[in-house]
């Protein structure tokens, strides 16, 4: 069992920025891929990055290339969404996610938190 914790949401203004926290409890967070997904009020969860089990490795959609930068620290156990240059289309819940191989689906992870709000205006 994994349990994950965000912090870090807020509201900004657009090009603002942002960093999101996802903290698991467990010992065994090292061996999970971690992903951010978004859900928008009315809209379908969406993936937004992931990075692989060692941090080598960052995956993202495209619209947050180049804006948000995936990383993680598994000494704490943490993984953190860094967002740049904030757009009102940013706004969503954002939550954390973890399973054991990569995945950009959402029905594939096994692990959720509870989700964090992030507001960006314009």
């Known amino acids: 069992q994994v349990q994950l914790v965000e912090s870090g949401g807020g509201l900004v203004q657009a090009g603002g920025s942002l960093r999101l926290s996802c903290t698991a409890s467990?010992?065994?967070?090292?061996?999970?891929?971690m992903g951010w997904f978004r859900q928008a009020p009315g809209k379908e969860r969406e993936f937004v990055a992931a990075?692989?089990?060692?941090?080598?490795?960052?995956y993202y959609t495209d619209s947050v290339k180049g804006r948000f930068t995936i990383s993680r620290d598994n000494a704490k156990n943490t993984v953190y969404l860094q967002m740049n240059n904030l757009k009102p289309e940013d706004t969503a819940v954002y939550y954390c996610?973890?399973?054991?191989?990569?995945?950009?689906?959402?029905?594939?992870?096994?692990?959720w938190g509870q989700g964090t709000q992030v507001t960006v205006s314009s």
């Open positions: 996610a973890a399973r054991r191989t990569y995945s950009i689906s959402s029905l594939e992870y096994s692990y």
């Open positions: 467990g010992r065994t967070f090292s061996s999970y891929v």
């Open positions: 990075i692989s089990w060692s941090g080598g490795n960052t």
